[in-house]
C-alpha cells in the first residue's frame, strides 16, 4: 500500500493554478505577478539558517530559477536552526542537499548549485546571471565581497545578518526612479569589522534566524514582484528579547567609483588576519605534517568544535584565563577555533605571558584544514 501510495504522489499532476491558488488570489499577485515569479532568477549565497529557509520558502512561491552556493558541509550543531538537514545529512554539503530538498516540493523550479567558495576571482562570474542576489552568510569578509560585486554589476542585494539576538535586514543598491542606486552595506558599516564573532562563535536561537531569512524572502518577492516598498535606504534592526525593531535612516555615500577604488585594493580577509604575526601561526599544510607528534599539543578553543582529528583539550574563550592556564613549556601547543581569530587571540595571550612557549595559531581556523 505504501508503494502504490508514493506512487501516486510522484505520478500525480500539478498545476501552477493549483500549487500557487492562495498566492494568486492576492490582488497585488495575480497571475501577472504569480508569472514574474516564474520568470525570476535569484541567487542565495549560504546554505545554513537564513539560506535554507530563503532557498525553500522562495521555491515555494515559485522563483522559477534558485541557484545555491555554499562550500561548508552540515555539522550536527547546524540541525538546531538548520531545518532541512537531518542527522542522515551530517558531513554531506549543505547546497547539495538543500537543492534535492527542494526539488522534492518544488516542481516548478529550476533549482542548481556548487560548493565553492565565493571569492575575488569568481565573484562576477557566480553574480551575473542572477536578478537578484541574497545574502545569507556569516562571514562578514563575504558580506562585504558580495556588496562591492552587486554594486559594481549593478545587481539588487538583500542581505541578512544574525548576533546573538539581533537580526539586520536591508535591501541594497537598487536602481531607483532617478537613475542612482539606494545604499549598500558599506553605507551603515563603512569597514569590515574584525572583532564580531559569527553565529558559531556567539551562538543565536533558531527563532531570530527564521525571523530574518523570512524577512529576507519577503524583500525578493517585493522586488519580483514590484509590489510593497523595500528595505531600501534603511537598515532594519530587531530584537528578539524584546521584540522591537527599528530602522535607520541610510545615506548613500558609497558610490560606484569609490566601491571600484576599494574592490581594486580590498582583499576580503577579516582585518585580524591581516595584522596577525606570522610567526605565531601555523597553517593546515604545516599542521596535518605534523598531526601524531607526542609533543603535539591541540586545543580547541570554541565548545563543540567539528575537527577532523582528536583534541587534548578544549577551553571557552569565555572563561579562558591565562593566568590559571596550565602549560608544559616542552610542548608545542596549536589552537584551534572555526575562523582563526578567537584561538589567535589564545595564542597571542599565552605569548604574552610565557614569550618562550612554542604555540601556535591555526590560519584560517578548522575552515582552512
Known amino acids: 500500500m505504501a508503494f502504490l501510495f508514493n506512487y501516486l504522489v510522484s505520478s500525480m499532476i500539478v498545476s501552477k493554478k493549483q500549487l500557487f491558488k492562495r498566492q494568486i488570489t492576492l490582488s497585488e499577485i495575480g497571475k501577472v505577478g504569480q508569472q514574474k515569479l516564474q520568470e525570476a532568477s535569484v541567487l542565495i549565497v549560504g546554505c545554513g539558517g537564513l539560506g535554507g529557509v530563503i532557498g525553500v520558502s522562495l521555491a515555494a512561491s515559485g522563483i522559477g530559477n534558485i541557484h545555491l552556493v555554499d562550500f561548508d558541509t552540515i555539522d550536527i550543531s547546524n540541525l538546531h536552526r538548520q531545518f532541512f538537514y537531518a542527522l542522515d545529512d551530517v558531513g554531506k554539503h549543505k547546497a547539495e542537499v538543500l537543492s534535492e530538498f527542494i526539488k522534492k516540493r518544488a516542481p516548478f523550479s529550476e533549482v542548481t548549485f556548487n560548493n565553492d567558495s565565493i571569492t575575488k576571482e569568481n565573484v562576477f562570474d557566480i553574480i551575473s546571471e542572477y536578478d537578484v542576489i541574497v545574502d545569507s552568510t556569516d562571514s562578514i569578509p563575504t558580506k562585504y565581497l558580495l556588496n562591492d560585486a552587486c554594486v559594481l554589476k549593478n545587481k539588487p542585494l538583500v542581505y541578512g545578518s ?14 531607483k526612479k532617478d537613475g542612482s542606486y539606494s545604499s549598500n552595506l558599506r553605507d551603515a558599516f563603512p569597514e569590515i569589522i574584525s ?17 530574518i531569512a523570512a524577512q529576507q524572502v519577503n524583500e525578493v518577492l517585493k522586488l519580483v514582484a514590484e509590489i510593497g516598498t523595500p528595505l531600501t535606504d534603511e537598515l532594519l534592526i530587531y530584537n528578539s528579547l524584546q521584540n522591537t525593531q527599528l530602522k535607520i535612516k541610510l545615506t ?3 558610490l560606484k567609483d569609490r566601491i571600484a577604488k576599494l574592490y581594486k585594493v580590498e582583499t576580503y580577509f577579516n582585518p585580524a588576519c ?15 605534517k605534523i598531526i601524531g607528534d607526542s609533543n603535539l599539543q591541540l586545543i580547541a578553543v570554541l565548545p563543540n568544535l567539528k575537527v577532523p582529528f582528536k583534541v587534548d583539550q578544549t577551553i571557552s574563550i569565555e572563561e579562558f584565563d591565562v593566568a590559571t592556564f596550565f602549560v608544559d613549556k616542552s610542548k608545542t601547543y596549536v589552537m584551534i577555533c572555526q575562523k582563526g581569530f578567537t584561538s589567535y587571540n589564545v595564542t597571542k ?21
Do not use: H, M, R
Request: overall charge negative; aromatic content about 12%; glycine content about 6%.
Open 349 to 369: 595571550q599565552l605569548k604574552e605571558k610565557y614569550p618562550t612557549l612554542n604555540v601556535l595559531s591555526l590560519t584560517g581556523g578548522i575552515s582552512s584544514y
Open 252 to 254: 548613500s555615500n558609497f
Open 162 to 175: 544574525l548576533y546573538k539576538f539581533d537580526g539586520y535586514v536591508s535591501t541594497f543598491n537598487i536602481l
Open 195 to 211: 572583532d564580531i564573532p559569527n553565529c558559531e562563535e556567539a551562538g543565536t536561537l533558531n527563532s531570530i534566524v527564521t525571523i
Open 274 to 288: 591581516v595584522s596577525q604575526n606570522i610567526d605565531w601561526l601555523i597553517s593546515a599544510v604545516e599542521l596535518k
